[in-house]
Nanobody, 125 residues
Framework: VQLQAFGGGLVQAGDSLRLSCVAS????????VAWFRQAPGKEREFVAA????????YYPNQMKGRVTIAVDAAKNTVYLFMNSLKPDDTAVYYC???????????????????WGQGTLVTVSS
C-alpha cells in the first residue's frame, strides 16, 4: 500500500488540525491504518489506528480525548483530527498500514511495512 500524508503546517496552541492519509489501495478494509509521530530527538510514538472492517479504533491512553481517527473508504483516506494542540504536539506525523489487528500489535511501529512520507506539524505557543 502506498500512502501519502497531508495537512501539516504551523498552528497556534489551542488550535485544531486535520491530517489526511491517502492510500493507493482501494480496499482499506483489509488493513489497519495508523498515525505515528516523531518529535525532534525523540522516538516515534503511536497516536491512533483504525481498522474500518471492524469499525475499531485504537488510541493510547495519552491520546484519548485529544485525537480522533476516521476513515472515508470511498476516498481511500484516513483522517486524524487533533484538538487543543500544544507545543509538545510538534512532530512529523506519519501514516502507516499493516494487516495486523491485535491492539498490542497495532501500537508497535515494527508491525507496519508501509509508510507515508510524513507531514510536519508545528505548534507555536
Amino acid at each position: 500500500v502506498q500512502l501519502q500524508a497531508f495537512g501539516g503546517g504551523l498552528v497556534q496552541a489551542g488550535d485544531s488540525l486535520r491530517l489526511s492519509c491517502v492510500a493507493s489501495e482501494r480496499h482499506l478494509l483489509y488493513y489497519t491504518v495508523a498515525w505515528f509521530r516523531q518529535a525532534p530527538g525523540k522516538e516515534r510514538e503511536f497516536v491512533a489506528a483504525i481498522r474500518s472492517s471492524a469499525a475499531t479504533r485504537y488510541y493510547p491512553n495519552q491520546m484519548k480525548g485529544r485525537v480522533t481517527i476516521a476513515v472515508d473508504a470511498a476516498k481511500n483516506t484516513v483522517y486524524l483530527f487533533m484538538n487543543s494542540l500544544k507545543p509538545d504536539d510538534t512532530a512529523v506525523y506519519y501514516c502507516a498500514a499493516t494487516t495486523k489487528a491485535d491492539k498490542r500489535e497495532v501500537a508497535r511501529e515494527a508491525e507496519y511495512s508501509d509508510w507515508g512520507q510524513g507531514t510536519l506539524v508545528t505548534v507555536s505557543s
